[in-house]
C-alpha cells in the first residue's frame, strides 16, 4: 500500500536555483575537462598533459625601477669607457670622468671633419681652375665683374660662383659650393627650368634664356632672366655657365 502511495505522488519539483546551479556546475565540469589536452595510450604512459598556469604579472616596485636604470645606466658608462682610446687607464676614469673625455672626443672629430671639407673645397677650386674654360684674365674678371655668375656642372650643380652671384642669393662661396640651380628654383617654375637645361643638353643648342624665381638663403624669391651657356668638351656637355639679371 505504502509503494503505491509513493507511486501515485507526484514528483517534487526541484527549486529553479538549485537546477541552474547544478546546470552551471555541469557546464564548468565540462570546460575544465575539455581543457585538459589528452595524449595517446602510448604516449607519456597515458597521462594527461596538465597546462602550466601563468603567474599574474609582478609589478615592480619604485625601488626595482630605480634598480634597474642604475643598471643600465652602468651598462651604457662601461660601453662608453671601452670607446675611450685610452687603454688601460680608461678603467681608472668615473663617469664624470668619461663624460668629459668623450666630448672632447667629440669636439676632436667635429674639427677635423670641418678642416676635411675646408681641405676638399681647396681640392675642387684648384681642379676647377684646370677645367672651366679660360685663361687668367678671364678668371680674374669673373670674380670682379658685376653680374651674377657661376659655372654648374649638366646636372645643374653648382662648381663656383662669383662674388654677385653669392650676393644674389644670400650665401657664402662655401655655401653655394655644391648647391643645385634647380632646387634654389621657386617650385613654380623648377619644371620650366628643368625642360629648358634638358633641351640643351640633348640638343645642339648651346645658348638659351629663360625667366625664374630663385630662392634666396633667406627664403625669399628673386625674379631673374637666366642666360645659359654650355660648354663641351670632346663634344660632350661639360658645364654651364649661368648668368643671372635679376628684374627690376
Known amino acids: 500500500g505504502s ?3 509513493a507511486a501515485a505522488r507526484p514528483p517534487v519539483a526541484r527549486p529553479a536555483a538549485a537546477a541552474k546551479s547544478s ?6 565540469a565540462r570546460e575544465e575537462q575539455a581543457a585538459i589536452p589528452h595524449v595517446a595510450p602510448g604516449d607519456t604512459d597515458g ?10 604579472e609582478k609589478r615592480l616596485s619604485h625601488k626595482e625601477v630605480e634598480q634597474r636604470r642604475r643598471e643600465k645606466a652602468k651598462q651604457y658608462f662601461d660601453e662608453l669607457r671601452g670607446l675611450l682610446p685610452y ?18 672626443l667629440i669636439k676632436q672629430l667635429l674639427g677635423e671633419l670641418d678642416q676635411e671639407q675646408i681641405n676638399l673645397g681647396k681640392t675642387t677650386e684648384e681642379e676647377l681652375a684646370k677645367t672651366l674654360p679660360g685663361s687668367s684674365e678671364f ?13 654648374a656642372g649638366p646636372e645643374g650643380r653648382i662648381w663656383e660662383a662669383n662674388a654677385a652671384f653669392c650676393t644674389l642669393l644670400g650665401y657664402t662661396r662655401l655655401e ?24 640643351m643638353l640633348n640638343s ?15 627664403s625669399q624669391q628673386v625674379t631673374c632672366n637666366i642666360d645659359l ?14 648668368a643671372a639679371n635679376p628684374s627690376l
Request: proline share 6%; glycine share 4%.
Open 23 to 28: 546546470l552551471q556546475m555541469s557546464n564548468l
Open 176 to 199: 653655394i659650393g655644391g648647391l643645385s640651380i634647380l632646387s634654389a628654383t621657386a617650385p613654380s617654375d623648377t619644371e620650366t627650368s628643368s625642360q629648358t637645361w634638358n633641351h
Open 47 to 56: 597521462a594527461p598533459v596538465v597546462p602550466m598556469q601563468l603567474e599574474p
Open 3 to 5: 509503494a503505491a502511495a
Open 229 to 242: 651657356s654650355l660648354f663641351k668638351k670632346n663634344n660632350k656637355p661639360h658645364c654651364f655657365l649661368v
Open 139 to 151: 678668371r680674374c674678371c669673373f670674380d670682379v665683374t658685376r653680374q651674377p655668375l657661376c659655372f
Open 204 to 218: 645642339s643648342q648651346t645658348q638659351s634664356s629663360y625667366q625664374c624665381k630663385l630662392l634666396r638663403k633667406d
Open 87 to 104: 687603454g688601460g687607464d680608461s678603467a681608472k676614469f668615473d663617469k664624470n670622468a668619461i663624460l668629459q673625455h668623450s666630448i672632447a
